[in-house]
């Protein structure tokens, strides 16, 4: 058995969720790749996948071997760009996570990343969960907020403040509030469940003063990507980060509210496995949108 080549096979399997779609992608017969991760099941003497007929899902041991697995690809891939002179060259498949906020200052700028690099693909997924390096096969992500202490690298790339803010429309005909408490007669637009604090416990400070009101919830945005163009279309007030209601506050779609009062600023920062090396095509992204974050 060659087993560096059932171990790619094996990670491939692992990013595409299927034998099939595996197969495909390093263009084999399916066949000949369940085979190999056959053999490399009995080599390392454990099960990898639990297969039923509706879905692949790996075991816990097998959770474990693809992490270490991966990371040996990768080294191994890296050393071969390094052999041939491309050290500072990105290439192949990238997969990245980012938090729904930062689409609208990213993927506008993705085509100068991908026209200065020719040899680098790009897949992206909405998610703000470092887990996700492992649950999804991600090479980076993009978070906002805290970060758990953890064995992965972390680099912060900048900041995103919240900032309040409505339609026009919908303030001609609801009213402007003029205090925080003033919310409390509008309603609100939430991204995440009404029971969560965190999103219909809303956090201003004033010099010494602090203050927290609860809003009105009227519609929910559960992954978060609908939340600026709800707000935007007049249905209630909103809280988004700044930097993803940036375009519509300055086209006037969207009015910021409460200018006297400063509402939660939180990190944002480019989470990836720890290693000897970092891939060139992590390093290139990390870099990319460190400067399209910074500030």
Excluded at 193 to 218: C, H, N, Q, Y
Excluded at 261 to 269: K, L, Q, T, V
Aim: overall charge positive; charged content about 25%.
């Amino acid at each position: 058995m060659d087993k560096l080549r059932a171990i790619r096979f094996f990670c491939r399997t692992v990013e595409a969720r299927s034998f099939a779609a595996a197969a495909h992608s390093l263009d084999v017969v399916p066949s000949a790749l369940s085979k190999a991760v056959a053999a490399l099941e009995r080599e390392v003497g454990f099960t990898l996948f639990n297969r039923t007929t509706r879905k692949l899902s790996l075991t816990m041991e097998g959770q474990a071997y693809y992490a270490r697995c991966r990371a040996i690809v990768r080294e191994l891939d890296d050393a071969e760009i390094d052999a041939r002179g491309g050290a500072a060259e990105p290439r192949g498949l990238l997969r990245v996570g980012l938090h729904p906020a930062l689409r609208g200052i990213l993927f506008p700028a993705l085509r100068g990343l991908l026209d200065a690099h020719p040899l680098l693909r790009l897949e992206t997924f909405i998610t703000n969960s470092p887990t996700s390096l492992l649950d999804q096969s991600l090479d980076v992500v993009l978070c906002v907020g805290a970060l758990a202490d953890s064995t992965l690298v972390a680099r912060r790339l900048g900041g995103a403040a919240l900032v309040v803010c409505a339609a026009p429309d919908y303030l001609r005909r609801w009213g402007e509030p003029r205090t925080p408490g003033d919310l409390r007669r509008h309603r609100a637009i939430i991204p995440a469940r009404a029971d969560e604090a965190r999103s219909t416990e809303w956090e201003f400070t004033r010099g010494k003063t602090r203050e927290i009101v609860a809003v009105p919830v009227r519609l929910i945005v559960r992954d978060g990507v609908g939340l600026v163009d709800a707000g935007a279309g007049g249905g209630g007030v909103i809280r988004p980060y700044e930097i993803a209601a940036r375009a519509h506050l300055t086209s006037g779609r969207l009015k910021a509210l409460l200018p006297e009062w400063s509402s939660p600023h939180h990190p944002i920062h480019a989470v990836f496995p720890g290693g000897r090396s970092v891939p060139a095509k992590v390093r290139i992204f990390v870099d990319f949108a460190g400067a399209l974050l910074d500030g």
